[in-house]
């Protein structure tokens, strides 16, 4: 099977989202392995598991790819399913998530692969999705989000398939940094697999174009690529 994303709990269980194999809890201790999978009442809405995290009662939020938001409580193995739902108001806004991440201020951002990012309530159950406005250069630059990454300051990172955005809770607004073709060394950021904060603040991006550097005081951008050694 392969092993789409890995989550560390704080008491050491491995949650391993797999590709038709569901949510596995392995126990690095013992090598015991616990799969959450579909296919009974009360299971997961499907076995293709992208990403999960733990939060700080020990729920699993896995996000999969057509099924939604899955919340599993390990104790129980009772799961509870959120789906889109076009025009209801708090409903996601894509059944196709990527990855997620637990913000400092309790909510669970999704970055979903068509429908933008979502903040969720985890008590209310419901969600505030932002999508991208071709007329609005403040808005999301894509709706393929494939990495997240919350900085010290409460700030999002948003990795898509157009570049790499800067999201700022208290107004709602995106910064954009993009792939221009005025400047070679912006080329990688065209697409964005994964994200990395330094503790000076720079920024780190994984490309299909090889690694990106970028300070976001500056604006300054570098790319490295196998040729750099």
Excluded: K
């Excluded at 995290?53 to 399913?81: C, F, K, M, Q």
């Excluded at 209801?88 to 990012?117: F, M």
């Amino acid at each position: 099977r392969i092993v789409r994303g890995v989550h560390e709990a704080p008491d050491g269980t491995l949650w391993l989202g797999l590709a038709g194999g569901g949510l596995n809890a392995l126990d690095p201790a013992t090598g015991r392995v616990r799969a959450f999978r579909t296919g009974s009442p009360g299971g997961l809405s499907t076995d293709d598991v992208w990403n999960a995290v733990v939060d700080e009662a020990g729920i699993v939020w896995a996000a999969t790819l057509g099924g939604g938001l899955n919340r599993v409580d390990p104790r129980s193995g009772s799961v509870r399913v959120f789906r889109a739902a076009p025009g209801e108001p708090g409903a996601l806004s894509s059944n196709n998530l990527r990855v997620l991440t637990l913000g400092r201020g309790g909510e669970l951002w999704i970055g979903t692969a068509g429908g933008g990012l979502c903040r969720f309530d985890r008590a209310a159950g419901t969600a505030e999705c932002y999508r991208n406005d071709p007329g609005d250069p403040a808005s999301l630059s894509s709706d393929v989000v494939r990495a997240l990454h919350e900085g010290p300051t409460g700030s999002l990172w948003i990795g898509t398939d157009r570049g790499i955005n800067l999201f700022e809770p208290a107004s709602g607004s995106f910064r954009r940094f993009l792939d221009d073709p005025a400047r070679p060394e912006t080329a990688g950021i065209a697409r964005v697999y994964g994200l990395c904060e330094s503790p000076a603040g720079i920024l780190w991006a994984g490309t299909p174009r090889g690694l990106v550097r970028l300070d976001p005081g500056t604006g300054d951008t570098r790319r490295y690529r196998a040729a750099d050694g």
